[in-house]
Structures are given as structure tokens and as C-alpha cells.
């Protein structure tokens, strides 16, 4: 059975940094693409970061450029998001997500975790 599990949410103040994990499950499962989406309490689903499997195609919100970063270790098969200068607008549950294309749409991710909350205090 195919999964996805994040890990690593929490409370923090402005400025402060947070690494989330998503650790990907299964036989034979490596994704061609995965991502990060977040969905704040009330809102829709939000995309913040995709990375396709070889890194070759690495795609960002403007909300989160140049302060987020993803990556992907094929051989632990997990996906990480590094969160630095945290605002509290990025208080959110962040969910990882896996799919064959690496898009901004979440409809283009089939397999998704039950997410991690991570809340930012001003």
C-alpha cells in the first residue's frame, strides 16, 4: 500500500526556521513527481513546492521564493521542505503529495499524507 506521512510541524515565532519530512511508502513506489501544498484554516488548498524524481524541474509559490526550499532523497525516498524567515501567514497544515507530473494544480497529485500542522506566532 502506497503512502505518504509527514513529519516535522510544530509552533514557532516569526523569523524562526522549520523542516518538514515526508516519507514515501511502498512497493516499488518512486514518483515521478512530488510537492507540497498547504491549506490554511477556512481557505483552499494552496500549492507551495514540486520537484520531479531526477531534480530536474523544481517549481516554487512567489509567496514562498527564495525563503522555502524542497528536495528529495531518492534513495531514503523522502521529500523535505525547508522553512526559513516563517511568516505568520504560512500558518497552514502542509500536506506532501506525489503524481506523475510536476505541476501547481493539486488535482495533478493522486496520492497525498494527511499533512502536518505548522503554525507561525507573530
Known amino acids: 500500500q502506497v503512502q505518504l506521512a509527514e513529519s516535522g510541524g510544530g509552533s514557532v515565532q516569526a523569523g524562526d526556521s522549520l523542516s518538514l519530512s515526508c516519507a514515501l511508502s511502498?512497493?516499488?513506489?518512486?514518483?515521478?513527481?512530488t510537492g507540497w501544498f498547504r491549506q490554511a484554516q477556512g481557505k483552499d488548498r494552496e500549492f507551495v513546492a514540486a520537484?520531479?524524481?531526477?531534480?530536474?524541474?523544481?517549481l516554487y509559490a512567489d509567496s514562498v521564493k527564495g525563503r522555502f526550499t524542497i528536495s528529495r532523497d531518492n534513495a531514503k525516498n523522502t521529500l523535505y521542505l525547508q522553512m526559513n524567515a516563517l511568516k505568520p501567514e504560512d500558518t497552514a497544515v502542509y500536506l506532501c503529495?506525489?503524481?506523475?507530473?510536476?505541476?501547481?494544480?493539486?488535482?495533478?497529485?493522486?496520492?497525498w499524507g494527511r499533512g502536518t500542522q505548522v503554525t507561525v506566532s507573530s
Open positions: 503529495a506525489a503524481g506523475h507530473r510536476a505541476t501547481m494544480r493539486p488535482g495533478t497529485y493522486n496520492i
Open positions: 511502498g512497493r516499488d513506489f518512486t514518483p515521478h513527481a
Open positions: 520537484i520531479t524524481r531526477a531534480g530536474d524541474l523544481v
